[in-house]
C-alpha cells in the first residue's frame, strides 16, 4: 500500500515537473494577420523570392532580398541570382528598392555564378549577409551549357545537377549597411555528416551561451532520390569557423529553408521551415535534438489579405522572422502565384 502510494506520489510530481519545463505553447498561426498591398514587394523586371529584416543604425527597416531575371526564367536562381536592398520606415513595408548587393564574382572565385537566399543579421556592431552560391570548378562551360544549366531541370541535365551539386554558403561583412561588404575566398560552411552533397539555406541566431548557431539544409546521404534535410553547425563567431553537428535536424522527410531564432522568454529554439505543401516549425532546448512543436503545422500553400480573402499559391517558402525584444513581429516568406510570377510577402504578427 505504502509503496503505490509512494509511486504515486511521485509520477504526480514528474507529471507536475514535466508540465512546468513545456514552453511549447508559441503558435504563429494564430499571429498571422491579413496583408495589404503595402505588405507586397514586388518587381516587373525580377522574381522576387524571400527577404530577411534588419533595423539599421538610421532607424529604419532594410531588407535583403533574393531576385532573378524574368528573361533568364525562375530557375536561374541558381545560375544568375542577384542580393539586392531595399528600404522601409516599417518593418512590414512597403518597400523601396535601393542597390544591388551581392553578384556572382565570375569564374576564379567560389561564389562565381549566383547570390542567392540572403539572411542579415546584426551581431556586434557588425552586419553579416549568409548566402549561397555555386561554381563550375575547373570546368568552363560555353554559352549554351551554360543556358541549359540554367534552364533546364537537375533531373534531366547532367550541367544542372553540376552546379547544383557546388552550392555552398557563404557570408559577406560590413560595419554599416550600406556596405562595404568584404567576402572571403573561401565559403564558410561545406557538405558535411550529417547532411551530403551541397549545402544552402542558411539561418543564423546567437545563443543565450554568447556563441552562434546555424541551420542548414543538405541532401540526406546514401538515398536513391532526393531527400532534403536540415542539419546544426555551431561556431564561437559570427563568420565561423563553423563545426557541423553529429544528430540531424530532420530525418526521412523532405525539408528545407529553415529559420531558426532563440526565444528567450520561452527558453527555447524555434525552427520555422518548408515542408513542399506547408511551412511547419520545430523547437529544442538545446539547439541540437530537435523535435516538432506542439503547433507545428503554421500554413498552406495560403495566405490571407486584410479584407478577409483567402489568396491560394503555387508555393510558399523562404519564410523569415523578424523580431524586436525578442518577440515577433512580421513574417516575411517568397510567393510564387499559380501563373508563375512572385513577391515578396510581409505578414504582420499580432503581439505574442
Known sequence: MYNSYRMLVISLFLAVLTMANDTDDFNLTELLQGVSEDNIFYNEDYYNWGSSIVKAEDGKYHIFYSQMPKDKGFRSWLTDGIISRAVADHPAGPYKHVEVVLEGRGPGYWDAYTAHLPKI???????????????????????EEF????????????????????????????????????????????????????????????RPEGDYLMVVRGDQPDQPKLVRMMAVAL????????????????????????????????KRYYNLYHAFGYMGMLTSTDGLKWEKAK????????????????????RYERPFI???????????????????DTFSLFIPLKVD
Open 235 to 266: 561556431a564561437d563567431d559570427p563568420a565561423g569557423p563553423w563545426v557541423m553537428q553529429p544528430d540531424p535536424v530532420t530525418f526521412n522527410y523532405n525539408s528545407e529553408d529553415p529559420e531558426v531564432w532563440y526565444d528567450p522568454h520561452r
Open 147 to 206: 543556358d541549359e544549366a540554367r534552364r533546364a531541370q537537375y533531373t534531366v541535365s547532367k550541367l544542372r545537377a553540376f552546379m547544383r551539386e557546388n552550392q555552398r554558403i557563404g557570408v559577406a561583412v560590413a560595419d554599416s549597411v550600406e556596405g562595404p561588404w568584404k567576402r572571403f575566398d573561401k565559403p564558410i560552411v561545406e557538405p558535411d555528416h550529417p547532411v551530403a552533397v551541397m549545402v544552402n539555406n542558411s539561418t543564423v541566431t546567437q
Open 295 to 314: 503547433h507545428n503545422r503554421v500554413s498552406d500553400k495560403s495566405f490571407t489579405r486584410a479584407n478577409g480573402e483567402v489568396v491560394e499559391v503555387h
Open 322 to 340: 523578424y523580431m524586436e525584444d525578442g518577440k515577433p513581429i512580421v513574417m516575411t516568406a517568397g510567393i510564387r502565384l499559380k501563373d508563375g
Open 121 to 143: 543579421y546584426k551581431f556586434e556592431g557588425k552586419y553579416y549577409l549568409y548566402y549561397m552560391s555555386t561554381n563550375t570548378g575547373d570546368r568552363t562551360l560555353t554559352a
